[in-house]
């Protein structure tokens, strides 16, 4: 069986001391904020999250870039040359058109390589989901499954990866296009809260309305009672934009409520965190479905 390398991108915020457990390689994706570019380097030796988010509260704009085709030929390259195949775990399509930019660089290596497989698989997740996507397939790895397993396994259970997570500020929403202005100026005034998910398609989508900061957060924990699946079993991952606090609440209730093998809790990045902003909570965990 031939050695195969587990790739992904920094929008899956993972720790650096689980990158460097699963011996995984993370591509860092760029970011704008004021008049520098950054990169999102999961280890934040560019610019910390926690400063990035300062800057946001303090007015300023982030705008982020998708990774280019040259850029997956410069990282695949070396890997395949070194007698190793490729599985890169992508951020979602319906968000970015980074998938589709390495299709383009397989496309072109394909040809040189003709003896590697090389393979991009589409997690239709974002943030930390995208994260627990690569977690269990570096677990399917370890146990042995071959490159072409491990990709079937990602592709055929990306359904089951459940996002619930909500914001502090509806802004950053508006800024997406996700709320209408109108919408943002009347929910900060009462106080609301949405909660969303990311849907079969890779889409962020809006799903509810909850008033109040607590409630909001037991909302994700409801969703998360409705749909889990042998949970005793599941390592769950909780990200948060520079709100640590609220994360622990999170963790904390879900082994109560769910007794779980693990919580991994870590930052959400400067290239997610431009779109959902300060303050935002999320659960991701294997369910029935995305639901």
Same mark, same amino acid.
Do not use: C
């Given at each position: 069986m031939n050695d195969y390398k587990i790739i992904t991108d920094s929008t899956s915020d993972l720790s650096p001391k689980l990158i460097s457990e699963m011996d995984i390689e993370v591509i860092p994706m760029t970011f704008t904020i004021g008049e520098n570019s950054y990169c999102n380097y999961p280890d934040e030796r560019d610019l910390s999250s926690h400063e990035f988010y300062d800057r946001l509260r303090a007015g300023e704009f982030s705008t982020t870039?998708?990774?280019?085709?040259?850029?997956?030929?410069?990282?695949?390259?070396?890997?395949?040359?070194?007698?190793?195949?490729?599985? @890169?775990?992508?951020?979602?399509?319906?968000?970015?058109?980074? @998938?589709?930019?390495?299709?383009?660089?397989?496309?072109?290596?394909?040809?040189? @390589?003709?003896?590697?497989?090389? @393979?991009?698989v589409d997690s239709l997740a974002a943030s930390m989901g995208e994260g627990l996507l690569v977690y269990n397939a570096v677990l399917k790895k370890k146990e042995g499954l071959g490159i072409d397993e491990v990709r079937d396994w990602v592709t055929e259970n990306r359904g089951r990866l459940a996002h619930w997570f909500t914001v502090d500020d509806l802004n950053h929403l508006k800024?997406?296009?996700?709320?209408?202005?109108?919408?943002?100026?009347?929910?900060?005034?009462?106080?609301?809260?949405?909660?969303?998910?990311?849907?079969?398609?890779?889409?962020?989508?809006?799903?509810?309305?909850?008033?109040?900061?607590?409630?909001?957060?037991?909302?994700?924990?409801?969703?998360?009672?409705?749909?889990?699946?042998?949970?005793?079993?599941?390592?769950?991952?909780?990200?948060?934009?520079?709100?640590?606090q609220d994360a622990q609440y999170i963790a904390e209730q879900v082994k109560k409520k769910f007794h779980v093998k693990a919580i991994e809790i870590n930052p959400i990045g400067p290239v997610i965190g431009t779109h959902s902003g300060p303050g935002t909570i999320a659960l991701f965990y294997l369910g029935k479905d995305r639901n």
């Open positions: 870039n998708q990774i280019s085709p040259v850029t997956f030929i410069e990282i695949f390259e070396p890997i395949l040359k070194s007698g190793q195949d490729v599985l @890169y775990i992508a951020f979602s399509s319906g968000l970015s058109g980074t @998938y589709n930019n390495a299709q383009l660089a397989i496309g072109e290596l394909g040809g040189k @390589y003709p003896q590697r497989k090389i @393979y991009a800024r997406g296009g996700r709320v209408s202005g109108a919408a943002a100026f009347v929910g900060t005034v009462l106080g609301i809260k949405p909660v969303l998910h990311v849907d079969s398609e890779g889409h962020l989508i809006p799903m509810e309305k909850i008033r109040g900061r607590r409630q909001s957060l037991n909302t994700l924990l409801s969703h998360m009672e409705k749909a889990v699946e042998e949970p005793e079993n599941q390592m769950i991952f909780v990200s948060h934009g520079d709100s640590l």
